[in-house]
C-alpha cells in the first residue's frame, strides 16, 4: 500500500498542519509513504497521484477541512481517510455547524452584530480553526479596530463563562463513533488560544480525564457523538465545549482534522483509552484501500 500524505496549506494553521503531518508519518510504518506540502507540491502531487492507493489529508482549517483537497482527491479517483467533502463543509463553518448542533438541543452562544454586541464577545474566524486570530474583546472601540484589520469573515458571539473541556471522537468500525475520554482544558491565558495551544512555554493544563463526574463525563461525550453525527463525519473528529457554573452545556466548534502534533490533544485521549494510533490508522487505510 503507497500513502500519498497532504499537508501545509496557506492559513495560519499551516505549520501546525505540518507538525500533524509529521506525527502521521510517523505512525505508519505499515505502508510505504510520501509526504507533499501545498501548494508548493500541488503540481507533483497530480503527477504522481497514479502511484497511490489513497490519501491521508492533514490540512487544518481552510484547504483541508473546507473540502478542497478531498474534491481534489475524489477528481483523481483517490479515496481518502477522514470526513467525505460535505461533512468538512460544515464543520469548517461555525455558524452552519451550530445550526446543525441545534437539532439535538444543544446550547450555543449568542450571536452578535457589529452593531449590537453585548460585551464581552468572543471574536473569531466564521471558517478556521487553531484559535487562530480568535481574541476576547472588552469594549467596542476594540472591537472596530479588530474588524478593520480582520483578514477573513469574523464571527462576534456572547462570551459563556465557564469551564473549557474537549471530547474526541472515533470510528474504530465504520459508522460506529464512540468518545474518547473528555479532557478538561486550564488555560494560562484569558482563554484557549493559540499560544496554549501550541507554545511550549505557555501550554494550557490538559487534564485528561477531566476531573468531573460520570454524568457530566457522559453528557459531553453524547454531545461530541452527535455533533459528530449530524455533520455526517467519519474516523474522526473533535468537538469543544463550555461548561458553565450551573452545569449548561455550550457547543463551541468541530474539527474534523483534528491537531495529530506531539502537544495535540487527539493523541492524548487516544493513549488514555490505550488506543494504538498507528493501529487505527491502519484499519482505516485498509478499510478505505478496500472499500
Not at 477528481?75 to 463553518?93: N, V
Request: glycine letters at 6%; one cysteine or more.
Amino acid at each position: 500500500m503507497r500513502i500519498a500524505i497532504i499537508t501545509g496549506g496557506e492559513t495560519g494553521e499551516r505549520e501546525v498542519s505540518i507538525a500533524s503531518a509529521k506525527n502521521v508519518t510517523s505512525a505508519i510504518g505499515f505502508a510505504e509513504h510520501e509526504t507533499f506540502i501545498f501548494p508548493e507540491d500541488h503540481s507533483k502531487f497530480i503527477d504522481h497521484a497514479s502511484n497511490f492507493d489513497l490519501v491521508i489529508p492533514v490540512i487544518h482549517g481552510r484547504g483541508g477541512e473546507d473540502g478542497s483537497v478531498q474534491q481534489l482527491c475524489e477528481s483523481l479517483g483517490l479515496p481518502f481517510l477522514f470526513s467525505p467533502i460535505e461533512a468538512h463543509k460544515i464543520g469548517i463553518d461555525k455558524v452552519l455547524t451550530k445550526e446543525f448542533v441545534t437539532r439535538a438541543e444543544i446550547k450555543i452562544a449568542k450571536q452578535f452584530s457589529r452593531t449590537n454586541a453585548i460585551f464581552p464577545v468572543f471574536v473569531k474566524p466564521r471558517f478556521g480553526g487553531s484559535s487562530v486570530h480568535t481574541a476576547r474583546i472588552e469594549r467596542a472601540e476594540d472591537l472596530e479596530k479588530l474588524l478593520e484589520n480582520a483578514p477573513d469573515e469574523i464571527m462576534i458571539e456572547e462570551a459563556v463563562s465557564g469551564r473549557e473541556f474537549t471530547v474526541g471522537v472515533i470510528e474504530q468500525n465504520p459508522g460506529d463513533p464512540e468518545a474518547l475520554p473528555v479532557v478538561e482544558i486550564v488555560s494560562r491565558n484569558k482563554f484557549f488560544d493559540y499560544e496554549s495551544k501550541y507554545s511550549a512555554d505557555h501550554l494550557a493544563n490538559e487534564i485528561c480525564p477531566a476531573w468531573i463526574d460520570g454524568v457530566l463525563s457522559r453528557a459531553l461525550q453524547n454531545a461530541a457523538i452527535a455533533a459528530h453525527t449530524l455533520i455526517g463525519a467519519s474516523h474522526i473528529s473533535r468537538s469543544d465545549f463550555i461548561v458553565t457554573n450551573v452545569g449548561e452545556i455550550y457547543f463551541l466548534e468541530i474539527n474534523t482534522i483534528p491537531g495529530l502534533t506531539d502537544t495535540s490533544l487527539i493523541p492524548k485521549m487516544l493513549k488514555q483509552a490505550n488506543i494504538d494510533f498507528s493501529g487505527l490508522l491502519e484499519k482505516w487505510c485498509r478499510n478505505t484501500k478496500d472499500s
